[in-house]
């Protein structure tokens, strides 16, 4: 059932009820992975929604990672397929395709962040093509813009920064302020994060998926 968006820095409504918690949670904590091989494959598709289907391009970048089709799917079986009125952040968007497969599925605000300028016009490319009027492209660093939102505005928080950045608990530290008590963050990482490494960052693992070298977390807070 659609829920009435909620103003941006106002406290957020509660998103739809939670999926059914999964009875096994990731075993392991964070262990060295390789870096997956680069996929930036010259466009996406969206799998799901209003835009079911629509193929997008994409620049070439070394280390452009887009989420796989089958990972997307997953993610959003577990989040449920009507986001209406939920508040999302993309913070480091790349390609754009996992905040415009929120909007896609009626996220009522979706903020795509990225630092590479090319990148970035491109987004707004696709928004234009898209006719995506809840979202916006903001070219600039992903923690600051995480920084930046209200507390307890966000409802879902998707993170999947460079493998090699190092940038995974900086992320997460970000992240939770501006998320809504029954937020999600969705968090893609090269190895697994289990409950004992997140508990500093008061979340833990709901969802876990490995996808070959990438690993796919759904959290929540605690």
């Not at 707004?124 to 995506?132: M, P, T, V």
Request: proline share 8%; net charge positive.
């Amino acid at each position: 059932m659609s829920r009435a968006p909620s103003r941006p820095g106002a406290s957020a409504p509660r998103p739809a009820a939670r999926p059914a918690r999964s009875s096994a949670r990731a075993a392991a904590g964070p262990a060295a992975a390789p870096e997956p091989a680069h996929r930036g494959a010259g466009e996406v598709r969206i799998i799901g929604g209003q835009w079911k289907r629509t193929r997008l391009p994409v620049l070439q970048r070394p280390g452009l990672r887009p989420t796989p089709d089958r990972v997307r799917e997953t993610l959003f079986n577990w989040l449920g397929q009507d986001l209406a009125g939920w508040h999302c952040v993309d913070a480091f968007a790349g390609t754009g395709v996992l905040g415009l497969e929120a909007a896609s599925r009626g996220a009522a605000e979706v903020l795509l962040v990225e630092g590479d300028a090319g990148l970035a016009e491109q987004l707004r490319k696709s928004c234009d093509k898209l006719g995506a009027e809840t979202v916006r492209v903001q070219r600039g660093d992903g923690l600051a813009a995480l920084r930046q939102r209200a507390p307890r505005s966000t409802h879902l928080v998707l993170l999947d920064p460079p493998f090699e950045g190092g940038l995974f608990e900086a992320a997460l530290a970000a992240a939770v302020p501006g998320l809504a008590d029954d937020g999600w963050v969705y968090l893609e990482a090269p190895q697994a994060w289990d409950d004992a490494a997140l508990a500093p960052f008061g979340l833990a693992v709901h969802r876990h998926l490995r996808a070959g070298a990438v690993h796919a977390h759904l959290l929540r807070k605690v």
